[in-house]
C-alpha cells in the first residue's frame, strides 16, 4: 500500500522572492517544521492508502487526463491555524480549476471520493512540530498575504508517493502526465 497523490511540482528556482521570504521566516521559527524546496507542490487530490491494482487503474486513468500547460501563479502567504500550516497561495485560474476538476473525475472513476470541501490551491511552506500548540503559530505581520511571489509554467502534473519520516513526509514520483498545449 502506498499514500498516493497528484500534484503540480514547484520550481523553487523560478520563484525567488518566495525563496527569500521562506528564508528570512525559516531563520526565526526554528519551531516549525519546514517543508524542504525540493518537494514544495500543488496538489490536486489525495488518494490516500492505495494498493497495488488501484494504483495501476489509476495510473492508466490518469493519462487520459487532457489539458494544457499552464500558469501557475503564487500570491500572498496564509496560514491554516487548526492544522498548524503555513502556506503560499496559488491563484485558482480557469485553467487550473479544469485540471484539478479533469483529475478528480478521473479518481472517481478509479472508486476515489471527491473531497467535500472547496479546492484552494496552495504550497504547504511548513507545519507546526507536533501536535500541541493551537492558536497562532506565527505573528500577522510576519507574513506576506498579499505578495506576488511570482508564476511558472507547468508542463506535467504528477502521481506522488507521499512517504513518512522522522524529519516529515517526502514525495517520491510515481508517475509523470504530460500537459500538451
Known amino acids: 500500500m502506498k499514500r498516493l497523490f497528484t500534484g503540480i511540482s ?3 528556482m523560478q520563484l525567488p522572492p518566495l525563496v527569500e521570504s521562506v528564508a528570512a521566516l525559516r531563520a526565526g521559527h526554528p519551531h516549525l517544521r519546514w517543508s524542504e524546496r525540493a518537494g514544495w507542490h500543488v496538489t490536486l487530490q489525495f488518494y490516500g492508502m492505495v494498493d497495488e491494482v488501484r494504483e495501476r487503474q489509476l495510473r492508466e486513468q490518469l493519462r487520459t487526463v487532457n489539458a494544457g500547460a499552464l500558469e501557475i501563479a503564487v500570491r500572498g502567504m496564509g ?3 487548526r492544522a498548524g500550516v503555513l502556506w503560499a497561495g496559488v491563484s485558482l485560474r480557469e485553467d487550473l480549476e479544469e485540471l484539478q476538476r479533469r483529475v478528480v473525475e478521473v479518481g472517481e472513476v ?3 471520493a471527491r473531497e467535500e470541501t472547496p479546492y484552494r490551491p496552495h504550497v ?3 507545519r507546526r512540530k507536533g501536535r500541541g500548540g493551537r492558536g497562532e503559530f506565527l505573528r500577522r505581520g510576519e507574513i506576506e498575504p498579499e505578495r506576488d511571489f ?3 509554467w507547468a508542463s506535467q502534473f504528477v502521481l ?3 512517504v513518512a519520516g522522522p524529519g516529515g513526509s517526502r514525495y517520491e514520483v510515481i508517475d509523470r502526465y504530460l500537459l500538451r498545449g
Open 10 to 12: 514547484v520550481d523553487a
Open 79 to 81: 496560514t491554516f491555524e
Open 110 to 112: 478509479c472508486g476515489f
Open 124 to 126: 504547504t511552506l511548513a
Open 150 to 152: 511570482g508564476s511558472f
Open 160 to 162: 506522488f508517493e507521499s
